[in-house]
C-alpha cells in the first residue's frame, strides 16, 4: 500500500496540545506527530469500536506474542512475554513506578542532559535527587563524558536512560550502551531505560534494545516502552515495562499496583496489537518521509543559516538546533532560548519547544519536531529565518 504523508489533517480546534495551546501559530513542539495513525491501526479501533461494548478487559494473549514477535524479528530483542511485561497507561507512568520501585525517597537518580523534560518531575515526585552527566556536544555531536559519568555513579541509586535519546536525537550504539551498562554494573546503579523512540531510527543507526545486552546488566534493569512515539498514538496511553528477572519483574507490578495505574485503555490494547502486527510497511514509509525531512532541515540550515549547528539527527523526530550564535560573544546565555521561543512565537507565528526546559545543558538550543508534511516543515524554516534576522535586530 501507498502511505501519504504529505498532507495531513488541520487539528485546529480539537483539542490538541500541540495545536491548541498557542492557536494562530504554526506548532513543532510537542512530540506529536500531524499524520493519521497508519490504515491498519485506524481499521483495529473501528472494529474495537463497532463492538459497542468498553467494560474491564483482561489482556490477551496475542498482546505478548505480536510484541515478542516484533522486538525478535526487528530488534533481536527475545524474551518478551506476559512473564517479563507490565502493561501501564504510558511510559512516564513506567518509568516513574520503576524509580519508585528501585529507590527510596532521598536516592539519587542520574540522568544525562539535556533530557526528556518529564524525567525531572518524575525524580521529584519519588522524593529523589537528581544528578546530572551533561552530554558533550563537540560541535557535531553530542557524546557521554565518561569520567563524568562514572563519578556520577558512584552516587547514583538509579540511571534513567532514553535510548534512543530525546532531545539531542542520538541513537547510542551497543559500544556505548556496553560501556554504561559496565559502569553501572561496577557501582550498583539500576538502569530504567526509556526506549519509546525506538523505532525511529534513520540510515546507519541501528536502535539496540537495552534487554539484548549480557544477560547480567539486564537483569539489574528495566525497558519502558511503548508503540505510541512511532504510531502517533500518544493520546490513547498505553506502554509496558520489561523485566528479564522475575523478582525486579514483581517490585514492578507492585509499584504499578501502587500507583493504581496498572488497568490500560482497551483501545490502547487494539491499538498496540495492530501496530506490532500490521505496522510494518506504514513505519518504514514513515521513517523514509522523516528521514528526507531531516534532511531538508539540515540543508536548509547550512545553506541559509550556517551559523545554527545541528547536530546530525540518528534518532527520533525532533531536531536540536544550536541558536547560540544569537548570544554576542560577551552575553551570557541564560534565558536565551525562552526570549528567542518567545520572539518566534509572537512575531513570527512558529512555536518551537525552548531548550532550557530540558537542563541548564539546553540553554541556547531549541527543539524543532519534523513529523508533519514537508510543505508545513519548509514553511517553518522561512519563518526561523526570518525570526532569527529579526531577533537579532532587536536584541
Ligand atoms: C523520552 C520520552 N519518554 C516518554 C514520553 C511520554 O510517554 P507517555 O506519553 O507514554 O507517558 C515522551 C514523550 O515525548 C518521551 O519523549
Known amino acids: 500500500m501507498e502511505y501519504n504523508f504529505e498532507t495531513a489533517p488541520d487539528r485546529r480546534g480539537t483539542e490538541s496540545v500541540k495545536w491548541d495551546l498557542y492557536p494562530g501559530t504554526l506548532p513543532l513542539w510537542v512530540a506529536d506527530m500531524d499524520f493519521p495513525a497508519a490504515p491498519e491501526i485506524l481499521e483495529a479501533l473501528r472494529r474495537r ?8 478487559e483482561l489482556i490477551p494473549d496475542d498482546y505478548y506474542t505480536c510484541m515478542d514477535r516484533w522486538f525478535t524479528q526487528r530488534h533481536g530483542w527475545k524474551g518478551i512475554g506476559r512473564s517479563t511485561i507490565v502493561p501501564t497507561t504510558g511510559v512516564i507512568a513506567a518509568y516513574s513506578a520503576a524509580i519508585k520501585a ?5 536516592g539519587k537518580v542520574l540522568v544525562m542532559t539535556p533530557c526528556y523534560n518529564a524525567f525531572f518531575p518524575a525524580i521529584r515526585n519519588n522524593k529523589c535527587e537528581q544528578l546530572e552527566s551533561p552530554l558533550k556536544f563537540d560541535g557535531k555531536q553530542y557524546i557521554v563524558d565518561w569520567d563524568d559519568f562514572e563519578r556520577k555513579c558512584r552516587e547514583a541509586d538509579v540511571f534513567l536512560l532514553c535510548n534512543p535519546h530525546n532531545p539531542v536525537g542520538r541513537v547510542w550504539t551497543r559500544e556505548e550502551l556496553l560501556l554504561m551498562a559496565t559502569i553501572c554494573e561496577r557501582n550498583g546503579v539500576f538502569v530504567v531505560s526509556d526506549e519509546i523512540h525506538c523505532e525511529l531510527t534513520y540510515p546507519g543507526h541501528d536502535y539496540t534494545p537495552w534487554a539484548t545486552l549480557p544477560e547480567a546488566f539486564v537483569r539489574r534493569s528495566v525497558t519502558c ?9 500518544a493520546g490513547i496511553q498505553i506502554a509496558n515495562i520489561y523485566a528479564a528477572d522475575p523478582d525486579v519483574l514483581a517490585k514492578m507490578d ?9 488497568d490500560v485503555n482497551v483501545f490502547g490494547v487494539a491499538a498496540l496489537k495492530a501496530a506490532y502486527s500490521q505496522g510494518g510497511p506504514w513505519l518504514d514509509a514513515l521513517r523514509q518521509y522523516l528521514y528526507h525531512n531531516a534532511r ?4 536548509f540550515l547550512e545553506d541559509e543559516m ?14 536540536w538546533l544550536d541558536c547560540r550564535a544569537l548570544a554576542g560573544p560577551d552575553q551570557p546565555l541564560e534565558g536565551l532560548s525562552e526570549r528567542f521561543g518567545r520572539h518566534l512565537r509572537e512575531k513570527h507565528g512558529l512555536t518551537l519547544s525552548d531548550g532550557s526546559i530540558y537542563g541548564a545543558a539546553g540553554e541556547g538550543f531549541m527543539r524543532l519536531n519534523i513529523a508533519c508534511p514537508r510543505t508545513r516543515l519548509l ?4 519563518r526561523f529565518q526570518e525570526g532569527w534576522n529579526s531577533f537579532q535586530a532587536v536584541e
Open 102 to 106: 528501585t529507590t527510596r525517597p532521598g
Open 379 to 382: 514553511d517553518a524554516l522561512q
Open 296 to 299: 531538508t532541515v539540515s540543508c
Open 225 to 233: 516502552f511503548s508503540p505510541t512515539k512511532s504510531f502517533n498514538l
Open 306 to 319: 550556517p551559523q545554527v549547528n545541528v547536530p546530525p539527527l540518528e534518532g527520533t523526530y525532533l531536531m
Open 49 to 56: 469500536l463497532d463492538h459497542g461494548v468498553f467494560g474491564y
Open 254 to 262: 507492585r509499584a504499578i499496583n501502587d500507583n493504581e495505574c496498572c
